[in-house]
T-cell receptor, first 113, second 113 residues
Framework: KNQVEQSPQSLIILEGKNCTLQ??????????LRWYKQDTGRGPVSLTI?????NTKSNGRYTATLDADTKQSSLHITASQLSDSASYIC????????????FGQGTELSVKP | GAGVSQSPSNKVTEKGKDVELRCDPI?????LYWYRQRLGQGLEFLIY????????KSGLPSDRFSAERTGESVSTLTIQRTQQEDSAVYLC???????????FGQGTRLTVV
């Protein structure tokens, strides 16, 4: 079954600290993997998108990694800021289903001062 | 338009009434998705349109839900005989192809009373 599992479910960190969010998937065949940030009351916004051949991709203080062999991805946030408080969603695209996006349940990150 | 536009932004309806939600995707985007997000929960896939292919309706929760899309333009999601459990934010997203970023609208917050 095509699934995307994220951990932890929620996370609280202090401002300035780093954190890493995990994503495991069983979607096959794989097309690409995306990380989205969703602020409360807003639609998700894309942070990164990686294809099979990409191992790491950065977007400012966000760095995503992908291991297509183990079907794992991580999102590392460096020097966290209060504005990083949001839900971070891992999304995998299924190659066979016309690129249908399969969403994880998200990790709720709270950055405290 | 500049982004994905959804209307209305908020809708309060009485149980048993029908509602119609609208999504205007970004011009030229062939892929369009509808998702539902209940309070405090992750995104739940509803339906996926890709160009002229038959839509993937596998996420529609019941036959009270239906969606249409005219070509590569506007889509409408219709919920008939609304129930209280239909209360959620309904999000629409579009993308130009399977390997590019999907842009989300701000959602329609539906409340069934």
């Amino acid at each position: 079954k095509n699934q995307v599992e994220q951990s932890p479910q929620s996370l609280i960190i202090l401002e300035g600290k780093n954190c890493t969010l995990q994503c495991n998937y069983t979607v096959s065949p794989f097309s690409n993997l995306r990380w989205y940030k969703q602020d409360t009351g807003r639609g998700p916004v894309s942070l990164t998108i990686m294809t099979f051949s990409e191992n790491t991709k950065s977007n400012g203080r966000y760095t995503a990694t992908l291991d297509a062999d183990t079907k794992q991805s991580s999102l590392h946030i460096t020097a966290s800021q209060l504005s990083d408080s949001a839900s971070y969603i891992c999304v995998v695209s299924n190659l066979n289903q016309g690129g249908k996006l399969i969403f994880g349940q998200g990790t709720e990150l709270s950055v405290k001062p | 338009g500049a982004g994905v536009s959804q209307s209305p932004s908020n809708k309060v309806t009485e149980k048993g009434k029908d509602v119609e939600l609208r999504c205007d995707p970004i011009s030229g985007h062939t892929a369009l998705y509808w998702y539902r997000q209940r309070l405090g929960q992750g995104l739940e896939f509803l339906i996926y349109f890709q160009g002229n292919s038959a839509p993937d309706k596998s996420g529609l929760p019941s036959d009270r839900f239906s969606a249409e899309r005219t070509g590569e333009s506007v889509s409408t999601l219709t919920i008939q005989r609304t129930q209280q459990e239909d209360s959620a934010v309904y999000l629409c997203a579009s993308s130009s192809d399977r390997n590019t970023e999907a842009f989300f609208g701000q959602g329609t917050r539906l409340t069934v009373v």
